[in-house]
């Protein structure tokens, strides 16, 4: 597991991966309750907080990918598949580490709006896992980091829109309703809002279950581009 601790150490070494991974969540708790959701405002934009964390963390990767490190580290007997499959695990142990804080900082603080934090720790998580496998299928698509990173912001925001982040998905077209079904920020408001509700859990299977197809989906698609 070299290739994994390494990644955890350099993620965490860096000012802006430290930013994004302790000083903003510590900000995000704290926010009131407010909008048309009834949900703390840190909570539900929560989901742009993690696509962005898991960008700035899969860059790290394509920075590899352009700096020929497999070529590097070609005699070792590390393969693509180990050497990916080993930073993304790190990167999704970050992410969940980050949201058992967030979770626990709703018991806290928001106990009195969440139905069931456990579902709310799941979909924090499987979102996390989610926008790690987007962020590797779009950095799959750039040879450019810095092409990369320059979309992905609008990118972002779009799925946010998509998502109902900063209006009500009622709100919208009927047609551009579906097409949000498409975007995983949809799903991942579906679940939170089935965590304030507090209904039973196999509710929240079904939001769940599609953010781990989009999962996979984006994980194949990722993956398919060698670092060397």
């Not at 965490?12 to 009131?32: E, Q, Y």
């Not at 970050?94 to 069931?116: I, R, Y």
């Amino acid at each position: 597991m070299t290739i994994f601790n390494f990644a955890l150490i350099r993620s965490v070494r860096s000012l802006p991966n430290l930013i994004l991974l302790l000083g903003l969540p510590a900000a995000v708790v704290v926010l009131p309750v407010g909008g048309w959701h009834g949900l703390p405002l840190g909570y539900h934009f929560y989901e742009i907080l993690l696509l962005f964390s898991a960008s700035k963390l899969v860059h790290m990767v394509m920075e590899d990918r352009k700096n020929k490190m497999m070529t590097r580290i070609g005699v070792a007997p590390v393969t693509h598949f180990k050497y990916l499959a080993q930073n993304l695990l790190a990167f999704a142990l970050l992410l969940v580490g980050q949201s058992v804080v967030v979770t626990f900082s709703a018991w806290l603080l928001h106990a009195d709006v969440f139905g069931s934090l456990i579902q709310l720790f799941c979909m924090f998580s499987v979102f996390s896992v989610t926008a790690i496998s987007f962020s590797l299928a779009w950095c799959s698509m750039f040879r450019q980091p810095e092409s990369s990173t320059a979309v992905m912001l609008g990118i972002i925001l779009i799925m946010a829109v998509l998502g109902g982040t900063f209006f009500p998905i009622q709100a919208m077209p009927a047609s551009l309703q579906k097409i949000a079904m498409l975007s995983p920020t949809y799903w991942f408001h579906e679940g939170i809002m089935l965590a304030k509700n507090g209904g039973l859990f196999a509710e929240q299977l079904t939001p769940l279950g599609i953010l781990l197809l989009f999962a996979i989906a984006f994980m194949l698609v990722g993956s398919r581009r060698k670092l060397a």
